[in-house]
């Protein structure tokens, strides 16, 4: 067990180098430099800045060699400093975290405390007309574009009914106002809903043998408590491995959604970025999001191993 | 964006002999969107002709979608954006099997370390979400993209990672495959590494590759959407899905149907391809077949 964790963070970390080095020799191939960035508008630099701007950026070292020593400065905690307002890139994502974190896991929340009562129910008479139109409903919403639902959604209830705003946090600073939260989240939300939900329900259906439930029946007990005793024990192991899948999901639907409804989280300061070249904040979120990205594939494959003995042995 | 990466699956059970009715349903949808994109330029109008005497109007005999807020022909707009969609589908769906199909059929003929080598690369790329690294590589667009046309460059972007799934999945049936009596029959019979590869194995596996490659083109269409929306992609002076939607965005409380109908086609062609997908795994998947 303990082997295999280490093996699984060691691989891990090798992806991370790979991610990050591969997203530092793409920016190499960006035309223009950070010096011209910085001057773009402003009045040219002086010689003496150009020299510390160069040593602070290491424009001076070869390519190699700048990655070697980002790479270093990341194990310190030191992510460098933004090109925009050469400010430290880990205390503007620190800035920004909340707000994502607070809408990321009010959607995780909803997405499995809703979805796994709709896959079970689902999942209870599988085949009746309800089982068919709830497919047909999770398939329609799961195809709906995050922007397009989100415009429709303010459409409906900010402009017209007026019941939500419309975007903003609400004037205040850093987490905003529950009321301005709903429509994010759920926006954020309701792709996994429909996923979720359909894989819970496939995944109940898989892990009963029909045998099982034909004698159970027999017994007397209801479709409900067969589900109950049978199906969730065994579906819960393969629910653990989504875990790896919607953290990605997520924080790549953060980008659009903060976007939209204007909410200044992680997801939109890397769309600053991406709009301003600011090649070191894009490389720190790189950074977190895949190592959120692995922490998660990892504890999905912990927690599968520890739930199933056949993985563990293997 | 969930779309991207793992589809989901309607249960389709369909009778032999039959067109599985997803497939039929998908090919219903595309086929309607495309002739109506290819023909854009003959039936409908500029779509980029300014009439300040007529800004957002409704619906109407005139104008079938209404108007924008410079009075241009959403209609027009809407038929035009379709073609810079259906292209990128097109383009970027075929990029991502002319590296994906390789790829994975190599990591899975070939194993050992020229496995391990592909699957490394691939869960490097597979830690960003696809519609991120997009954004990022269109930031850092190089400059030897710079003279390509747009459509070509979104393409690109989107097929860099688009590829993943199309080699997991090739991979898959490689491996699979390989251990198949048949394989045993020809390599006993003589056969060389290749003749086995281009003669049995890629005419097996090369139909399951097309339901990827459908996926492919919905998720590709998704991401140029995203993309024209955030502001990033394709020029914003040409009309796009995404660009449509995100000048919807800006007038929010002005005409419906500014938003909801360039949406409704973007919606038809990201549930056409998929659905397309569908109907082709429920014809080739033995299990949904009969019943």
């Known amino acids: ?314 | 964006m969930w779309p991207t990466r793992w589809p989901i699956h309607v249960c389709a059970v369909h009778r032999p002999g039959r067109w599985p009715g997803p497939l039929k349903r998908g090919l219903a949808l595309v086929g309607v969107l495309a002739v109506a994109a290819l023909a854009a330029p003959w039936v409908a109008g500029d779509p980029l002709r300014i009439d300040l005497t007529a800004t957002l109007q409704g619906p109407s005999a005139g104008h079938w979608f209404g108007t924008d807020a410079l009075g241009r022909d959403l209609g027009s707009r809407v038929l035009h954006g379709g073609r810079i969609s259906l292209a990128i589908g097109l383009l970027a769906s075929t990029l991502s099997l002319a590296i994906g199909v390789p790829l994975g059929a190599l990591a899975g003929f070939r194993g050992g370390w020229t496995d391990s080598a592909i699957s490394r690369l691939i869960e490097t790329l597979a830690c960003l979400p696809t519609l991120l690294l997009a954004i990022a590589l269109l930031a850092m667009a190089p400059a030897f993209l710079n003279g390509i046309p747009d459509v070509v460059r979104v393409a690109l972007v989107v097929a860099f990672s688009g590829w993943i799934p199309v080699a997991r999945y090739m991979r898959g049936e490689f491996l699979r495959l390989k251990k198949a009596v048949m394989i045993d029959a020809a390599r006993a019979s003589g056969a060389t590494d290749l003749r086995i590869v281009v003669r049995h194995l890629l005419p097996a596996s090369l139909a399951p590759v097309l339901v990827t490659a459908s996926f492919a083109a919905a998720a590709a269409i998704l991401v140029e959407a995203a993309l024209s929306f955030l502001g990033l992609g394709i020029r914003p002076s040409q009309p796009t899905w995404g660009r449509l939607l995100s000048d919807a965005r800006e007038q929010i409380d002005q005409g419906w149907w500014l938003a909801v109908l360039p949406g409704l086609a973007l919606y038809a062609a990201v549930l056409g391809f998929n659905l397309i997908g569908e109907g082709v795994r429920a014809l080739l998947d033995p299990r949904t077949r009969g019943a």
Not at chain 1, 9 to 18: E, K, Q
Not at chain 1, 117 to 143: E, F, K
């Open chain 1, 1 to 314: 067990m303990l082997r295999r964790v280490a093996t699984r963070l060691a691989t891990g970390a090798l992806t991370l180098v790979l991610v990050t080095a591969l997203v530092f020799a793409l920016i190499q191939l960006a035309p223009g430099s950070p010096l011209g960035a910085t001057e773009d508008g402003l009045k040219p630099l002086t010689a003496d800045e150009r020299a510390a701007l160069t040593r602070l950026w290491r424009l001076d070292l070869p390519l190699h060699r700048q990655y070697v020593l980002w790479l270093g400065d990341v194990l310190d905690g030191d992510l460098g400093r933004s090109i925009l307002d050469r400010r430290p890139v880990a205390t503007k994502i620190a800035e920004r975290l909340p707000i994502t974190l607070t809408l990321n896991a009010i959607a995780l929340f909803l997405i499995v405390a809703l979805s796994i009562p709709i896959g079970a129910a689902a999942a209870l008479n599988p085949g009746s007309r309800a089982d068919r139109w709830g497919g047909v409903a999770t398939y329609l919403l799961y195809a709906v574009p995050v922007f397009w639902g989100a415009l429709l959604l303010q459409r409906l209830f900010s402009v017209w009914l007026g019941w939500l705003p419309l975007y903003g946090s609400g004037g205040v600073e850093g987490i905003p106002r529950p009321s301005h939260l709903v429509l994010p989240v759920v926006c954020l939300s309701y792709g996994g809903l429909a996923y979720v939900s359909r894989f819970v329900r496939a995944n109940l259906l898989e892990s009963i043998p029909a045998e099982t439930v034909l004698s159970a029946r027999a017994r007397g007990m209801s479709r409900l408590a067969i589900l109950y005793r049978h199906g969730f024990r065994l579906a819960a192991v393969p629910m653990l491995t989504l875990a790896g899948f919607l953290i990605p999901a997520l924080f790549a639907g953060s980008v659009i959604v903060e976007s939209v409804f204007q909410l200044p989280g992680l997801g939109w300061l890397f769309l600053e970025a991406a709009y301003e070249r600011d090649f070191p904040v894009l490389l720190g979120i790189t950074l977190i999001s895949g190592t959120a990205t692995l922490a998660g594939i990892l504890f999905a494959d912990v927690a599968y191993a520890l739930a199933d003995p056949r993985v563990r042995r293997a």
